[in-house]
């Protein structure tokens, strides 16, 4: 059996998510610099994988995937004994909410402040489109914060992929140049996560 394939470059959310879900299920796996700066994404070959031209995309054994938390999904439920998709349906609708929420609602609504803090020359930069992503990040930040009052991981007392996705969000949330509100579950929740070793890579990542 081959080695899966992994193409896509670490600063990007979709492509950590992978690499924490295989990091965190102990699979060998191959990454390949792609997207961004890297470029390869509009290269025949690539497109012929994901016709998108976007990263992440895997190749498992033949299998050619893309969207990262269809990855995500597809990874957790092929190595079940790691628990990041649980049997029981309702645990695993808890995780699969919450990946939704990172992809659908909360990432969007920081995609503006991101680029335009991170990514954007001071001189170039959009701050009214700045303040009102803070502004949404900041109410995200709150649903996430009061959601974790209570429990260990989002979907309760265990980690599952939906730590994964949301994870990665409040990963890039709280280490960027913004001002956000105090959300002690979310910190305390993000310093148990730093402390798993499938964790260590993503995690330790600076935002850029």
């Not at 394939?5 to 102990?26: H, M, P, T």
């Not at 990855?71 to 609708?93: F, S, T």
């Not at 909410?97 to 020359?121: K, N, Y």
């Amino acid at each position: 059996m081959s080695v899966l394939k992994l193409w896509g470059r670490l600063s990007s959310i979709n492509v950590q998510k992978v690499a924490w879900c295989l990091d965190e299920l102990g699979l060998p796996y191959e990454r390949v610099e792609a997207g961004g700066q890297h470029g390869i994404v509009n290269m025949p070959e690539y497109r012929a994988l994901n016709p998108n031209g976007l990263v992440p995309t895997i190749e498992d054994d033949g299998f050619v995937l893309w969207e990262s938390n269809a990855i995500v999904r597809y990874l957790a439920a092929k190595h079940p004994g790691a628990g990041l998709w649980p049997e029981d349906l309702r645990v695993r609708a808890d995780a699969d909410r919450w990946m939704e929420w990172q992809s659908a609602t909360a990432t969007p609504s920081l995609r503006d402040a991101f680029w335009g803090l991170i990514r954007t020359p001071p001189e170039k930069r959009d701050e009214a489109a700045i303040r009102t992503s803070v502004r949404k990040t900041d109410e995200n930040m709150g649903v996430l914060d009061s959601w974790l009052a209570g429990r260990t991981y989002v979907a309760g007392d265990t980690f599952t992929a939906g730590d994964i996705s949301a994870g990665c969000y409040a990963h890039r949330v709280l280490n960027m140049p913004m001002q956000v509100r105090k959300c002690p579950n979310v910190e305390a929740w993000y310093e148990r996560l730093k402390q798993r070793p499938g964790a260590q890579q993503v995690l330790s990542l600076p935002v850029t």
